[in-house]
């Protein structure tokens, strides 16, 4: 069974500083997502990593993919108040189309 | 990308009846997903539902529960039977765009349902 466990939590972060949101999956798996959920709204995607090695980056967000260790990280650099949300991993089922989500991370960017 | 949308947005019900949720994309889809989201919680896969086949369901959902509809390629419906205040949650359809080489899978806005 697939499982993705996500730390931290929650992040309470001052803005400029950097930090790094892990994303730990049990099983091989064929694609990675990761997703920012602002409060009572949907879900956005922000980035499809689909092989070992993929890095991809958006503005002050940049997402990585180790398969070997099935392992993905999203760093957020110098974080700004607009960057507050929660993100998600989701996890691709090999050979399938579901995702399993991680549990999520709620940041919080404070002046 | 695909634009999804779902009817209805938000609803309040009484414990015991039934509310059927809308989810319709703009363009053809072959595969539709549904999703409960519990308060302040991540997202669960109720089920994966196919054009022209029953919904295959995840464990701990059941059709009597969940059934699902899928008549076309751009549309399905999920519907919450028999409700208690445990169903209160934000559902939501996704689909997946595998079939453009992207992969991506996409939300609709939610349905949040309250159970009274």
Redesign the interface.
């Known amino acids: 069974e697939l499982k993705v466990e996500q730390n931290p939590l929650f992040l309470s972060m001052q803005e400029g500083k950097n930090y790094t949101i892990y994303c730990n999956y049990s099983t091989t798996s064929d694609r990675l997502y990761w997703y920012r959920q602002d409060p009572g709204k949907s879900l956005e995607s922000l980035f499809v990593l689909l092989s070992n090695g993929a890095v991809k980056q958006e503005g002050r967000l940049m997402a990585s993919l180790d398969t070997k260790a099935r392992l993905s990280t999203l760093h957020i650099t110098a974080a700004v108040h607009d960057l507050s949300a929660t993100y998600f991993c989701a996890v691709g089922y090999y050979n399938t189309d579901k995702l399993i989500f991680g549990t999520g991370t709620r940041l919080q960017v404070f002046p | 990308s695909a634009v999804i949308s779902q009817k209805p947005s938000r609803d309040i019900c009484q414990r015991g009846t039934s509310l059927t949720i809308q989810c319709q994309v703009d363009s053809q889809v072959t595969?539709m997903?549904w999703y409960r989201q519990q308060p302040g919680?991540?997202?669960?896969?109720i089920a994966?539902a196919n054009q022209g086949s029953e919904a295959t369901y995840?464990s701990g959902f059941v059709i009597d529960k969940f059934p699902i509809s899928r008549p076309n390629l751009t549309f399905s419906t999920l519907t919450v039977s028999n409700m208690s205040p445990e169903d209160s949650s934000i559902y939501?359809c996704?689909v997946?765009n595998?079939g453009t080489g992207?992969?991506?899978?996409?939300?609709?806005?939610?349905t949040?349902l309250t159970v009274t």
């Open positions: 595969m997903f919680q991540s997202l669960t896969l994966t995840e939501l996704s997946d595998t992207t992969s991506e899978q996409y939300f609709g806005p939610g949040r």
